[in-house]
């Protein structure tokens, strides 16, 4: 089974902008792999931020964008608020088989 | 208005098995599938398995394989993740999340907390 990988963690300016990566041991994240990015906050459910690589829900602010990158999936806050603080994780599917990357803590500081 | 819920906790002991529910209303209940997630303590997100009712089809994380099923009940609007043979381990917060627009994990629920312990 394939490892994702994310930064363990990352610090972000309040009005910065930051991105997070999501890659896989078993070589590139394409949008075959159908990324999805998730943001949990303290005590909370998961929120599904992004599906199959750049697209958002309804309640996904627009400050947030899905993207490939340099063979990894990427999540960019543009314009970081406080209330962004949180956990976030990626998600990769393997012939309809998900994994989870081990999740980014995000500081807004 | 479409809403997933499940019970707050379970608490079972090592090596019994523990059958998890979640109630998916609003639509029609088969046409989504069922995805299962669980988060021991402090840790991260695991993806267990999702389930396609209306087909009966079910994928599971290799890690699980032997040891959960997935079902769903039509009639009740109901999914259930069956893990046996409990290990302290599996002591977490387990999640299920409903398809939106034919995509994975639209609608979370809360979480039902399973505490394996003697």
């Known amino acids: 089974q394939a490892v994702v990988t994310q930064e363990p963690s990352l610090t972000v300016s309040p009005g910065g902008t930051v991105t997070l990566t999501c890659g896989s041991s078993?070589?590139?994240?394409?949008?075959?792999?159908?990324p999805f990015w998730f943001q949990q906050k303290a005590g909370q459910a998961p929120r599904t931020l992004v599906y199959?690589?750049?697209n958002k829900h309804s309640w996904t602010p627009a400050r947030f964008s899905g993207s490939l990158l340099g063979g990894k999936a990427a999540l960019t806050l543009s314009g970081a608020q406080s209330e962004d603080e949180a956990d976030y994780y990626c998600?990769?599917?393997?012939?309809?088989?998900?994994?989870f990357g081990g999740g980014t803590r995000l500081t807004v500081l | 208005q479409v809403q997933v819920v499940q019970p707050g906790a379970e608490m079972r002991k090592p090596g019994s098995s523990v059958n998890v529910s979640c109630k998916a209303s609003?639509?029609?209940?088969?046409?989504?599938?069922i995805s299962w997630v669980r988060q021991a303590p402090g840790q991260g997100l695991e993806w267990m398995g999702r389930?396609?009712?209306?087909?009966?089809?079910?994928n599971y994380a290799q890690k699980f394989q032997g040891r959960v099923t997935m079902t769903a009940d039509r009639s009740t609007s109901t999914a259930y993740m069956e893990l046996t043979t409990l290990k302290s381990d599996d002591t977490a917060v387990y999640y299920c999340?409903?398809?939106?627009?034919?995509?994975?994990?639209?609608?979370w629920g809360q979480g039902t907390l399973v505490t394996v312990s003697s």
């Open positions: 609003g639509g029609t209940f088969s046409s989504f599938a």
């Open positions: 999340a409903r398809d939106r627009g034919g995509r994975p994990f639209g609608y």
């Open positions: 199959d690589t750049s």
């Open positions: 998600l990769v599917s393997y012939n309809g088989i998900g994994v």
């Open positions: 389930i396609i009712p209306i087909l009966g089809v079910t």
């Open positions: 078993a070589g590139a994240v394409t949008s075959g792999h159908s």
